[in-house]
T-cell receptor, first 115, second 115 residues
Framework: AQTVTQSQPEMSVQEAETVTLSCTYDTSESDYYLFWYKQPPSRQMILVIRQEAYKQQNATENRFSVNFQKAAKSFSLKISDSQLGDAAMYFCAYVSGAGSYQLTFGKGTKLSVIP | GAGVSQSPSNKVTEKGKDVELRCDPISGHTALYWYRQRLGQGLEFLIYFQGNSAPDKSGLPSDRFSAERTGESVSTLTIQRTQQEDSAVYLC?????????????FGPGTRLTVL
């Protein structure tokens, strides 16, 4: 079974600074997708960024980028120019090969942004 | 509606009572998913619907849990004889189809508290 591990229960960052959230996963498959979701206090999960395992290029979405290390099974999220609105729980998630839809989530990292 | 909606937002019930949680997916989304999020944890997959059939019920924790869906519309998650360990946030998501490439859009969840 696939597992997703987020080793940082809590992180904090100064406004306008950069922070990196860690995620590792365990799988025997070569074809999969990885995701970072944001969950603010409103509880609604919002997709931040997605990475296809077959792509070597790291995904980026504005201030959000990932460092995908397939061999190391590592998938970290970098948030640049942190804003107060970035404060939330961040979850790393995995879905396996073709025909799959079931997301496997890590336990999350609570990010605080200090003004 | 513009997004996935869930009702009620919060539900407090007494141990042993039955509860029904409702999810309205995004119009046109054929796939619907239920997840459970215990305090301080990531999301656990419960059940998946394609249309009104549920090909994957593998995540339902016990026979006290059941779900149904009307066509490609509303879904109801029912928990019978609730127990304190059922206390959690129950999140619903929908997507255009079941493929992993389709983004799952989440609702705001229902926070269930069993006293």
């Amino acid at each position: 079974a696939q597992t997703v591990t987020q080793s940082q229960p809590e992180m904090s960052v100064q406004e306008a600074e950069t922070v990196t959230l860690s995620c590792t996963y365990d799988t025997s498959e070569s074809d999969y997708y990885l995701f970072w979701y944001k969950q603010p206090p409103s509880r609604q999960m919002i997709l931040v960024i997605r990475q296809e395992a077959y792509k070597q290029q790291n995904a980026t979405e504005n201030r959000f980028s990932v460092n995908f290390q397939k061999a190391a099974k590592s998938f970290s999220l970098k948030i640049s120019d942190s804003q107060l609105g970035d404060a939330a729980m961040y979850f790393c998630a995995y879905v396996s090969g073709a025909g799959s839809y079931q997301l496997t989530f890590g336990k999350g990292t609570k990010l605080s942004v200090i003004p | 509606g513009a997004g996935v909606s869930q009702s009620p937002s919060n539900k407090v019930t007494e141990k042993g009572k039955d509860v029904e949680l409702r999810c309205d997916p995004i119009s046109g989304h054929t796939a619907l998913y239920w997840y459970r999020q215990r305090l301080g944890q990531g999301l656990e997959f419960l059940i998946y619907f394609q249309g009104n059939s549920a090909p994957d019920k593998s995540g339902l924790p016990s026979d006290r849990f059941s779900a149904e869906r009307t066509g490609e519309s509303v879904s109801t998650l029912t928990i019978q004889r609730t127990q304190q360990e059922d206390s959690a946030v129950y999140l619903c998501a929908s997507s255009l189809g079941p493929s992993r490439v389709n983004e799952q859009f989440f609702g705001p969840g229902t926070r269930l508290t069993v006293l």
